[in-house]
């Protein structure tokens, strides 16, 4: 099986722990945009074993800059845009393989199941992730970047989904809330104490009860406080940066 008219774009940085997974799912391209930026690992060592990886060095400008950057690097228009710990399966290989690409406005919709320490959770999304780069790109979004849709795009929603191994290790959503909330906070104010525990208390209950992750039992709980410390972190670092404000 092959598809030869899709570039396939990851941007990655240190991801020693599931890069081989996800190059191993990705055999059936002809090329495997590889964006890695200020990586320190054995990441690159591990793609270089690979023949359809393209290897580009670049810095990061904010998730949505710095993807537009790596799908520059394509040869082909049409882009899959994956992180460096999501893994297709032959089943949504087969899938994208029997679509018509000929209208460039198409934006292909996949089905993300995420895992948390080895575990499926209840959180599955759908995500924009095939798109051609002549037609339209991502947004300038430090953080929780998006593929841009027009208003006359055509978007097509697959039904197979792809596997995204989130957190593999707990030490991970240490390094990671240090990441997301330092681009979440920046240039940004909350000057009410208030929003802080609302938002805290929020994520808890949408990630526990509202997604159902409370019958995942102990990896369910360990998931939402997670994500209650993402936004608390987030939003005090606002807050801290409106008190700084009205101080200097």
């Not at 060592?45 to 690097?73: L, P, Q």
């Not at 399966?89 to 199941?113: A, G, P």
Request: net charge positive; aromatic share 12%.
């Amino acid at each position: 099986m092959s598809i030869n008219h899709i570039s396939v774009v990851i941007m990655a940085k240190n991801a020693q722990e599931t890069i081989a997974q996800s190059l191993d799912s990705l055999k059936a391209f002809d090329e495997v945009i590889l964006y890695l930026n200020n990586s320190t690992d054995n990441t690159e060592e591990i793609a270089k074993s690979y023949k359809n990886v393209n290897i580009i060095k670049g810095e990061f400008k904010g998730f949505g800059r710095t993807k537009n950057s790596a799908g520059s690097h394509s040869r082909h228009n049409w882009i899959l845009s994956l992180d460096s710990d999501e893994i297709l399966n032959s089943r949504l290989i087969e899938e994208i393989s029997q679509q018509d690409f000929s209208n460039i406005k198409t934006i292909f919709r996949l089905k993300r199941d995420n895992y948390f320490l080895g575990h499926k959770t209840q959180s599955s999304d759908y995500i924009l992730r095939i798109y051609n780069k002549k037609y339209t790109k991502f947004n300038d979004n430090a953080v929780h970047e998006k593929i841009i849709a027009p208003t006359d795009a055509n978007i097509i929603t697959l039904k197979s989904s792809f596997k995204h191994l989130n957190i593999t290790n707990i030490n991970q959503t240490l390094t990671k809330i240090i990441q997301y909330t330092d681009l979440g906070a920046k240039d940004k104010k909350t000057c009410f104490f208030s929003i802080v525990i609302a938002k805290s208390i929020f994520a808890f209950f949408k990630t526990y009860i509202l997604q159902g992750n409370i019958i995942r039992g102990w990896v369910g709980f360990a998931l939402a406080i997670n994500s209650a410390n993402k936004r608390y972190y987030k939003y005090i670092k606002q807050f801290i940066n409106c008190q700084e404000s009205k101080n200097s």
